[in-house]
């Protein structure tokens, strides 16, 4: 059984920055795609970063400039360097990782953006 760890969520003021890590049970360079989403209660899970085995990265409008996904196959852990936060970016985020078609989710790490 595949697991993933979150961790780096907290509290900080807007404008700020924060860094998530998510941890793999298995080797991350198994993985189709590892990547982080984020929820707000009463709204749809939503992605936020992607990368995908090859190295190539996407990302939520929302985040692009500020929001940075990387991963590292040594450590099996993939990384998202959060940079000027917003309030709207308050959420808890999910690492996720894909493996043919099999899907794997963290238990989420909660982001509060205020000051």
């Known amino acids: 059984q595949v697991q993933l760890v979150e961790s780096g969520g907290g509290l900080v003021q807007p404008g700020g920055s924060l860094s998530l890590s998510c941890a793999a049970s298995?080797?991350?360079?198994?993985?189709?795609?590892m990547d982080w989403y984020r929820q707000v209660p009463g709204k749809e899970r939503e992605l936020v970063a992607a990368?995908?085995?090859?190295?190539?990265?996407n990302y939520a409008d929302s985040v692009k400039g500020r929001f940075t996904i990387s991963k590292d196959n040594a450590k099996n852990t993939v990384y998202l360097q959060m940079n000027s936060l917003k309030p709207e970016d308050t959420a808890v985020y999910y690492c996720?990782?894909?493996?043919?078609?099999?899907?794997?989710w963290g238990k989420g790490t909660l982001v509060t953006v205020s000051s």
């Open positions: 990368v995908t085995s090859g190295g190539s990265t």
């Open positions: 298995r080797y991350s360079f198994s993985f189709n795609v």
């Open positions: 996720h990782a894909l493996a043919y078609d099999m899907h794997y």
